[in-house]
């Protein structure tokens, strides 16, 4: 049965009545948009109902939503008073396929279902060839439907100047996403400029950013050209952006709405041309939700949402991946070793990658290395799977992640002696992101 998603927040009974009422079709009604990227990353649908909503609040946060997801072709069930409305009109001109009035003709409905669906379809063979063309151009690898999609929307936010906002989990891909829409934009020969905005001593991250004059503080004894500044011309790509202290999200807000800046000790403002792209681990609107994040600058930040999904998520690109960096790693390897057993690949397969891509390429770097016969085999990878393996099949996915993870976290710390940095760096993930897991599993070192 063909699936659609029916996002509904806060409008009662209609969608229960849609539920009911459209046949074969399988409608999976959820209320809150966290609910909705789960399940769109689960079943991918390719099109989905949109309840328009009653609050402004809400039709903000789905607008966002919904450029984010622009693959899918939404629906929009709106009440007879609101399409009066000149914001409502908007709203269904930018986002929406189609739109219906209520009460809902469910025949006349389940008509522009079945166009939808078809267009969706169509529209996703037509982004494959291309992609397919292009295949030699991207550097993000991998040929599953996320990938694909993920490439055409690094294709299309490529082609505008406004900002992006990239969010995928560590080591799944967002500075190289960020690198491609660089390379795909018209801005490809100028500078692509990399801060990581938790990585900066929190003293000198706005002298960093925005550079200072001479005399600005002690020890400035020249002027110094910052980050921001020295991407003129090009893109600055702001990585985890959740870290940036709050009085700084305030420098940046003005710096992205006036397109100037001021050096630290300064008083000439600077003009400086610059895209930009940031790009967080954690869910943005969570960070504001807390407090922690200023929501005017994530609606500035946010106008191109693009979602990197983790590997777990798009499993049938491992082996391509994997096969992908032992290529790129070939010179360091012995010239007997000729590729993966059929082992090591059902190991590979097996593993939940916590660490993502960064991790799968550590763990065939390291193979390429350990391995001595002609054949990487699943010991080489240091998986440690064993009886897990056995017994994951029965077990729910996120159970059997989670227990991947936590061994693996005890096994990467056992073997470097309880030396966090050094059990991050075997696991290819950042040092926070070891953090967060070990707080995450109430681990203690
Ligand atoms: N689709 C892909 N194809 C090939 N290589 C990839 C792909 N995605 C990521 N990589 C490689 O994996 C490594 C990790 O990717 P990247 O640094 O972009 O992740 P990230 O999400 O920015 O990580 P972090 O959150 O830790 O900053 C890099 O070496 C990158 O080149």
């Known amino acids: 049965m063909k699936q659609v ?6 409008n009662t009974g209609t969608a229960d009545s849609l539920a009911d009422a459209m046949d074969g079709w399988d409608v999976h009604p959820v209320s809150n948009l966290a609910d909705a990227r789960r399940l769109l990353r689960r079943a991918g649908h390719a099109v989905g109902f949109v309840l328009y909503p009653a609050h402004a609040m809400d039709r903000a946060e789905l607008a ?3 450029r984010e997801h622009a693959d899918v072709q939404w629906i929009g069930i709106v009440e007879p008073r609101e399409i009066e409305n000149e914001s409502a009109r908007q709203f269904v001109i930018e986002h929406l396929y189609d739109y219906h009035t209520t009460p809902i003709d469910h025949v006349r409905l389940a008509y522009t279902l079945g166009h939808a669906h078809g267009w969706a379809r169509l529209r996703q063979k037509h982004a494959d060839a291309s992609s397919n063309g292009k295949a030699d151009a991207s550097p993000l690898v991998g040929g599953s439907e996320a990938m694909l999609r993920l490439r055409a929307q690094v294709g299309r936010v490529a082609r505008v100047a406004a900002p992006v906002l990239i969010w995928g989990e560590s080591g799944s891909g967002k500075e190289l996403a960020a690198q491609t829409i660089h390379a795909q934009s018209e801005r490809a020969a100028g500078p692509f400029v990399p801060i990581n905005c938790g990585a900066i001593a929190p003293n000198l991250i706005q002298s960093e950013l925005f550079g200072h004059e001479r005399g600005a503080f002690t020890g400035a004894t020249r002027a110094k050209v910052g980050l921001i500044e020295s991407a003129h011309g090009g893109t600055l790509f702001l990585d985890e952006i959740g870290d940036l202290p709050k009085d700084l999200q305030v420098n940046l807000l003005r710096f992205l709405q006036e397109k100037t800046i001021f050096r630290v000790g300064g008083t000439r403002a600077i003009h400086v041309d610059v895209r930009v792209v940031a790009a967080s681990h954690v869910q943005l609107h969570q960070a504001v939700a ?5 929501e005017d600058l994530y609606y500035r930040l946010a106008v191109l ?9 798009r499993r049938d690109d491992i082996v391509t991946l994997a096969e992908h960096f032992f290529r790129l790693y070939a010179a360091e390897k012995s010239p007997r070793l000729q590729g993966f057993s ?3 690949l059902d190991a590979v397969l097996d593993h939940a990658w916590p660490g993502n891509i960064r991790e799968l390429m550590n763990r065939v770097r390291r193979a390429m290395v350990m391995a001595d016969g002609r054949l990487i085999m699943p010991e080489d990878l240091g998986l440690g799977l064993g009886a897990e393996g056995a017994t994951r099949a029965a077990t729910a996915l996120d159970d059997a992640r989670e227990r991947n993870e936590r061994s693996s976290l005890r096994e990467s710390l056992d073997r470097s002696g309880q030396n966090v940095s050094m ?3 075997q696991l290819g993930i950042s040092r926070t992101t070891m953090y967060r897991m070990l707080n995450k599993y109430s681990m203690r070192v």
């Not at 998603?5 to 806060?10: E, Q, S, Y």
């Not at 807390?290 to 200023?294: E, L, T, V």
């Open 64 to 66: 966002v939503f919904l």
């Open 423 to 425: 059990a991050a760096r």
């Open 305 to 313: 949402p693009v979602n990197v999904p983790a590997l777990r998520e």
């Open 5 to 10: 998603l029916c996002i509904n927040l806060g």
């Open 290 to 294: 807390a407090n922690r994040f200023r």
């Open 342 to 344: 059929r082992e090591a």
